[in-house]
Structures are given as C-alpha cells and as structure tokens.
C-alpha cells in the first residue's frame, strides 16, 4: 500500500520518552524525522542557559521563520511521512504557529513525577517553564479550537507498557500503516540527532527498543514535589483524552 504524504507534529515536553519515539519512527524506510526544530532558536530568543548552547547556536538555524517554513513543506515521494519531534517549551509567543495547521499535530505526555526525576540528573534545578507542561496544555487548547475537536494524546508510559499494541492505535489514528520496525533500532544514536544528543540522550543510545516501564514512581526531593505538584494538573487534564 502506498502511503499518503502527511507530516506529524509530536509535541512533548523533555524527558517524556520523545526521543525513542523520534527513533521509532525514524526506523520505518517511508519516514523522515526532525530533532527539535526550534531548539536553537529557543535559545537564541530566551538567552536562557542549557547544556551545550554554544555548540547548539553555532550548528542549528536560527531564523524561526526559516524553521517554520521548512516545518510546512510537503515531505518528499521516497519517505512520504515527515516526523517532527517538538518541545512544547521552545513555541515560545513570538514564534509563528501557523505551520501547525499543515501538520497532524499529536501530544506526548509524561507523569511528571518521572519527567522531573529524569531531568534532574541532566540539568539542576528545574523550574515549571523548563518542562513544559503548561505551554504543552495551553498549545493543546489551542489547536482543539482551530480544529474543532481535540488532538490526539498519547501517554509514554502506554508505550512501555504495551509498545506494538500502543503504536498500532496512534498509527490508526493517524490513518498511517503501522510498521512493525518501529519496535527496534540499532544501539548508538540517529543520523539526525541534534548536536545536543551527547548530553541528553546517552541512555536511548544504549537502547535497541523499547525498556519495560519502572514499577514505581521516584521518590523526590521537596523542591521537586513541588514542582510536580505544580505540573500534575496540566498533565491530568491532557491524560483524559489519551488513545
């Protein structure tokens, strides 16, 4: 069966299993896949400090118009699906959404007790905006009123838990065949990773696949209990409309 070109936009926060899912589908032949398109020109707007912000300034655009522009162009014959790997946190305001309407845009979610436990180990201290939960529901809501109805919500925990039954459901969803190399790809990292790879995603590069999910939630510090006090509400009401 021939594929019909379609573009999805996977909108997450960090630390939400985003990218095994990048590889996952970046392991299908018909898909090409994209790391975190406005990483850079997050930064560059924000001025904010992450790992790595020189190395990612100097080897990814810029200009988030260009990066818009090139996030609505039409995928290619030979790889007709084009898979965008977003964080929530980097369509900051002055960023033109307006490329989301070309996309079939699906929503990532994470418990954020395990997100904040995972991004504490790469970068201390983090706070609500760094992990995207707000600006993941508030982008949510905005893409339900212009559609009309709401977007598709995926849990990463669903996908450790039951990997083919889970990507079978959004690739139905997204009206695409479901490819059964999406459940393993080879050790050692994406041809298409972003510069920052070497920081944030050692354990995935070590992977081959999926990993069972931890049996139980982390325990956390009292700043970060907070904190994920703070994001739980967020990612319960995305939660209520997962596939």
């Known amino acids: 069966m021939l594929q019909k070109a379609k573009t999805i936009a996977m909108w997450s926060g960090p630390r939400n299993l985003s990218t095994a ?12 896949v994209w790391d975190e398109p406005f990483y850079a020109a997050y930064l560059a707007q924000t001025n904010i400090d992450h790992p790595m912000r020189v190395q990612i ?3 990814h655009e810029t200009d988030p118009e260009l990066i818009a522009q090139a996030c609505a162009q039409r995928p290619n014959d030979d790889q007709p699906l084009f898979y965008q790997k977003h964080m929530t946190l980097h369509m900051i305001k002055e960023f033109d959404r307006s490329f989301m309407r070309q996309c079939d845009n699906v929503f990532l979610i994470r418990h954020p007790a395990l997100v904040v436990a995972s991004y504490a180990k790469k970068r201390e201290g983090p706070n609500l905006d760094d992990i995207g939960f707000v600006q993941q529901a508030q982008l949510f809501d905005e893409v339900t009123d212009w559609l009309g109805h709401r977007p598709l919500v995926i849990d990463s925990q669903d996908i450790l838990t039951n990997p083919r039954q889970t990507l079978s459901r959004l690739c139905a969803a997204l009206d695409i065949e479901f490819d059964p ?7 050692g990292g994406h041809k298409d990773d972003g510069v920052w790879a ?17 049996a139980m939630e982390p325990k956390l510090a009292k700043p970060y209990d907070d904190l994920v006090a703070q994001a739980l509400p967020h990612y319960q009401a995305l939660a209520a409309y997962k596939l």
């Open 21 to 32: 899912l990048m590889y996952s589908f970046g392991a299908r032949r018909d898909c090409a």
């Open 181 to 187: 190399g999406m459940l393993a790809w080879p050790q």
């Open 57 to 59: 300034l100097k080897a």
């Open 198 to 214: 070497p920081h944030w995603y050692g354990a995935v590069h070590r992977s081959q696949g999926f990993e069972a999910p931890n």
